[in-house]
């Protein structure tokens, strides 16, 4: 496991983004570990975040792309932390933009927010995790509505490496073949669980985290 995996691990932990015991998932399934970047409060948090980001954006992609996408809501601080920290830590200066719940029907109307995105860009696409797969499919719609914009890779906090719709297949597997979008994660499950194997306090969640991903993740 690289430092900056690490860091990044004892972050949400800190920031008690990244919790342990016994949740349920938007896909139904009870899960050991749970991230819930809505935790996030403070403007130091923020700002580390954003770095953590924009530093994984610039090594994968680094100003090949024309503009920041963050879907509602969760996606929204994370969007604007990450091009504020491409612009001010890394001299990638970027446009962002992000949807709408409601489309708004007075001022200036619509239901994007920011950057209007214009035929030929190429969209990077910030969010939290990827379950199942469902968030990607309601916002691709919302992208594709743009114009003849392209989303070449979305960037997340954790890969759960959880079956999508398909058995044998991840979401993350799903979205590439359906979209052709390459998805990066600053750290997967397993990277966490490798993690707490080096934690004597979390000696008692390595068999509930082993038996979850054998019964629901799938590794490349």
Do not use: W
Request: charged content about 25%; glycine content about 10%; some cysteine.
């Amino acid at each position: 496991m690289t430092a900056r995996k690490e860091a990044f691990i004892r972050f949400m932990m800190g920031a008690d983004v990244l919790r342990f015991g016994e949740f349920k998932t938007k896909s139904g399934r009870l899960t050991p570990y749970f991230i819930n970047t809505g935790n996030y409060r403070t403007g130091a948090q923020l700002a580390a975040l954003g770095r953590f980001y924009a530093e994984l954006v610039r090594d994968t992609c680094g100003s090949d792309f024309d503009a920041l996408f963050g879907p509602a809501y969760k996606g929204i601080p994370l969007v604007a932390a990450t091009a504020a920290s491409l612009a001010t830590d890394f001299g990638v200066d970027k446009p962002y933009f992000f949807n709408r719940k409601e489309v708004k029907d007075h001022g200036e109307g619509g239901g994007l927010v920011g950057y209007p995105p214009k035929d030929g860009d190429r969209i990077l696409i910030i969010e939290d995790v990827i379950t199942a797969g469902t968030a990607v499919r309601e916002t691709m719609p919302i992208l594709q509505g743009c114009g003849k914009v392209t989303v070449p890779a979305m960037f997340i906090s954790v890969n759960r490496c959880e079956v999508g719709q398909n058995p044998g297949k991840t979401a993350v597997m799903e979205v590439r073949e359906e979209f052709g979008i390459q998805v990066h994660s600053l750290v997967t499950v397993q990277d966490i669980y490798e993690f707490l194997k080096g934690q004597a306090e979390y000696r008692d969640m390595l068999p509930r985290m082993e038996a979850y991903m054998q019964q629901y993740c799938v590794f490349e």
